[in-house]
């Protein structure tokens, strides 16, 4: 009979009251969990809402001084024309260029009515105010309009920089074991 109250009294209250505190303890990290899953707070905006806001004017005029004045500019590729080589979502640098430093093949930026274009040159055309760029995205079978030399901004310098996830996520998810 004594042996049967010092088992119960070893036993039985003390993993019930240390599961909780470490239930507890794990409930703390549970929203640091999630938020280290949770994509970055920045705005992210559709090009149709960009659009319907008139917001899409002002970053691209953003963009295009930035590349005027220090002749560079990297940014993310949102849309998948360019692939295999580009892929959506990857960080890429683009160099000012002059009609005259572009050849057949070269990956330019160009500024459209819609926006701005990344795409591969075709075809050179000569035309009366300088050069005609015809360019088409390696995933299309159709070429684009033709473009002037002044929409040219400038050329892919061919580094892609694999921003697409933060190192901090990446890290934060290989410590939580997650799937990268």
């Not at 705005?43 to 008139?54: A, C, E, F, P, R």
């Not at 360019?82 to 070269?106: E, H, K, L, Y």
């Not at 160009?110 to 035309?127: A, C, F, N």
């Amino acid at each position: 009979m004594v042996q049967a109250i010092a088992f119960r009294g070893l036993f039985s209250p003390a993993p019930i009251q240390s599961q909780t505190t470490e239930n507890d303890r794990l409930r703390h990290l549970l929203p640091l969990k999630k938020r280290l899953l949770r994509p970055p707070r920045t705005l992210h905006l559709t090009i149709k809402q960009m659009v319907d806001s008139g917001r899409h004017l002002v970053v691209l005029d953003l963009a295009i001084e930035s590349l005027r004045k220090s002749g560079k500019l990297r940014f993310r590729v949102q849309g998948t024309s360019m692939m295999p080589t580009i892929r959506p979502g990857t960080c890429v640098s683009v160099r000012q260029a002059t009609p005259d430093q572009v050849a057949g093949g070269d990956i330019i930026l160009l500024k459209t009515s819609t926006g701005l274009r990344l795409h591969r040159v075709v075809e050179i055309r000569p035309g009366s105010s300088g050069p005609m760029f015809v360019t088409r995205g390696d995933n299309h079978r159709h070429n684009d309009q033709p473009a002037s030399a002044a929409d040219l901004l400038g050329r892919w310098d061919g580094a892609i920089l694999d921003e697409s996830v933060p190192r901090t996520r990446r890290f934060a998810r290989f410590v939580l074991g997650l799937r990268a």
